[in-house]
């Protein structure tokens, strides 16, 4: 099974947290044996909605964890990670950045080192944890396929994290249908072994080009009220008695 | 099932349309309300951010159309009942996603206070020119609902009437209202939770490893289930089978689009409400909806003054339209006035419905305003005259159409 779908898994377990409350809204389809492995409830939704589509169950069911697991994240769906960033929304935001669009056929993304397309791209690309703590995400990390140990911690803490938390996975594929052995191995080790471990670095400085070795660890571990926190306590001083607190304590 | 009276306001109040509709989704069971402010449609989504929170329903005001829907689709998988509400604009963005919602079978209510297109138009004007977009708006083939409430107390029934077809369904529903019904202020009566019928959500109640999301009771209708309930739930944009796995068969892929067009066409009967008067012995019959059929009571009252024999059919439920219903008028009465605020959207499915057999006269506007009930009585009266069958919609030239056409098409002061 691949790495990150391990991790995922790995990271659950840990997390204390029952699988069948786990939501995973995504714009990439997962295999339908990987939900069953999981026991989560899956949801492939449309191409950068799969944030949205997480507020809309998270808010609709507060008990819920939320985990989009994103591709088309720094584009289409843009601006909802800037928005749920500033709202510290209860999503964990798992971002695997193949650094292309790699089923339409190659193509660049706002995630791809300059450098990287037949004629060399030209545009700078995104720094995504750097992006997600400068909007208010609580906690960031990015970690390559291979850090599976690692990764799947962070995906544990990360989802007894209250707000807004986001993973960045390095990874040569989005391939969820195939086996490890099909994936570029070589490539996989590539990136494993051209990393640097170094938590608590401001993410500013993990800016990922060719040149350097790619920054990866935990980056960002702070506390925020949530939405829900915020909406609670707002509606409680205005409305007094006349208004129930959403979702109670876990939500 | 009743309304839960914790969710009712009962009471007499003097509102506009938007702000009833707020209080009809509320009244409804709703409790996720995902928007995004948007003229003419905000007093809507104010009214329910300001009395949901009394009534444990919870609002988000999203970045954008784009996320304000893909929430109200989230939301409801969760569990709840869940609504949006935009205008203009803001629907165009919201289509892909009203496409994903039929996809998914997922319920809910998108209102739309249609103001003045395209583009930016008139936002604080009225229009009635996204019909055709709330029925084809979404690339592929689906069937959903729309409602075209015409009064601030409709606006509040239908809401209701809305979020029951919806459950009932399992598939997104429009209110495709207006601006003018909208800002429309009026006397609204909001009766006590026992004189409400709301329809519950379908949920499936057995065995949880039997549990198929998509295999469809005898109405073709799947039960539902909700997130975090323990049925590993794989729900796909992708053509899915029962069970919700992708499946690209050529074979399946024609029966599964066609059970999400029968699921709304076979249960036509049961959707759609008209409300139809004098059509007995008429010779014109009026076809609208929505506001326009505010406008066409006095320009219909003028006729029968002149001693027209006119009817009127009005749709409360636009889509489904009532082919079967046009086409045995279309037997009896010599033509339809069809009179809408844009430049032949229902008009053209009144001609289809009709099969050459009554004359179809469409009384156009450009929007920002409303018919002059003058042009509906005088196209009333042609209609009545004109013995000839002549083939397609009649485009019936009102004063303001004449004078645009005197003077060549030229704007100025």
Same mark, same amino acid.
């Given at each position: ?251 | ?113 249609? &103001? ?148 709304? &066409? ?122 000839? &069958? ?24």
């Amino acid at each position: 099974m691949n790495p990150i779908i391990t991790a995922f898994s790995k990271g659950i377990e840990k997390s204390g947290i029952k699988p069948s409350k786990v939501s995973v809204p995504s714009d990439i389809p997962f295999g339908s044996e990987v939900v069953n492995h999981l026991g989560v409830d899956f949801f492939h939704t449309i191409r950068g909605r799969a944030i949205p589509f997480g507020t809309g169950l998270k808010l609709g069911n507060p008990a819920l964890k939320v985990v989009p697991f994103v591709g088309d994240l720094m584009t289409l769906g843009g601006n909802h990670f800037v928005h749920a960033g500033r709202r510290n929304m209860e999503l964990l935001v798992i971002c695997v950045n193949n650094f292309v669009y790699r089923k339409i056929g190659g193509q660049p993304t706002p995630s791809t080192p300059v450098t990287f397309s037949p004629y060399s791209t030209f545009e700078e690309p995104f720094n995504i944890p750097h992006l997600g703590n400068s909007c208010g995400a609580v906690y960031t990390a990015r970690w390559t396929a291979l850090h599976t140990d690692e990764l799947a911690n962070s995906i544990a803490e990360a989802l007894n994290k209250q707000g807004l938390s986001v993973i960045e996975v390095i990874s040569p594929g989005p391939n969820y249908y195939t086996k490890i052995e099909d994936i570029e191995s070589n490539l996989i080790n590539f990136y494993y072994e051209n990393s640097v471990i170094k938590n608590g670095e401001d993410p500013k400085n993990a800016r990922i080009t060719p040149e350097e070795k790619i920054v990866v660890g935990k980056f960002t571990d702070k506390e925020r009220p949530t939405f829900i926190d915020s909406y609670n306590a707002q509606l409680s001083k205005v409305l007094g008695d006349k208004f129930t607190p959403y979702g109670g304590k876990n939500g | 099932m009743k309304a839960n009276p914790k969710d009712v306001n009962t009471g007499v109040y003097y509102i506009d349309g938007d702000v009833s509709s707020g209080y009809g989704a509320l009244a409804a069971g709703c409790k996720f309300v995902g928007g995004y402010p948007i003229t003419p449609s905000t007093e809507a989504f104010e009214a329910v951010c300001r009395r949901g929170p009394l009534v444990g329903a919870m609002f988000i005001q999203m970045e954008d159309e784009l996320g304000s829907i893909a929430s109200v689709v989230g939301a409801s998988w969760a569990g709840v009942k869940s609504m949006t509400i935009t205008s203009g604009p803001g629907f165009s963005l919201m289509m892909e996603t009203i496409g994903f919602g039929a996809m998914l079978e997922t319920p809910f209510v998108l209102l739309n206070i249609q &103001r003045g297109g395209p583009s930016t138009g008139v936002p604080t004007k009225t229009g009635q020119a996204d019909m055709m977009q709330s029925r084809w708006g979404s690339h592929g083939d689906y069937e959903l609902i729309a409602i075209s409430p015409d009064s601030p107390q409709e606006m509040f029934d239908y809401t209701i009437k809305a979020f029951n077809l919806a459950e009932r369904y399992r598939c997104p529903v429009m209110i495709m209202s207006d601006e003018c019904v909208g800002h429309m202020t009026e006397k609204v009566v909001i009766p006590l939770a026992d004189e409400i019928e709301v329809e519950p959500r379908r949920f499936y109640d057995g065995p949880i490893n039997e549990y198929l999301p998509f295999k469809p009771d005898e109405d073709l209708v799947p039960p539902m289930v909700k997130a975090g309930d323990g049925y590993k739930l794989y729900i796909t944009g992708l053509i899915h089978d029962e069970r919700g796995y992708s499946i690209k068969n050529e074979e399946y892929k024609s029966i599964y689009t066609k059970r999400l067009v029968d699921k709304i &066409r076979l249960n036509k009967d049961k959707i759609i409400e008209l409300k139809e008067e004098e059509t007995d012995d008429a010779e014109v019959v009026i076809v609208s909806y929505g506001i326009s059929s505010r406008v066409a009571v006095r320009g219909i009252e003028k006729a029968r003054e002149k001693g027209i024999k006119v009817g009127s059919l009005r749709l409360v439920t636009v889509w489904p339209f009532p082919d079967e219903k046009i086409a045995e008028l279309a037997k009896t009465i010599k033509a339809f006035v069809v009179p809408e605020i844009n430049y032949g959207q229902i008009a053209f499915e009144v001609e289809r419905c009709s099969h050459g057999e009554a004359n179809v006269i469409l009384v156009p506007h450009g929007g920002a305003g409303v018919h002059n009930p003058d042009d509906i009585c005088d196209a009333i009266e042609y209609a009545a005259k004109e013995k000839k &069958r002549i083939e397609g919609v009649i485009e019936y030239k009102t004063k303001l159409e004449k004078l645009v056409f005197e003077e060549g098409y030229k704007l100025h002061e």
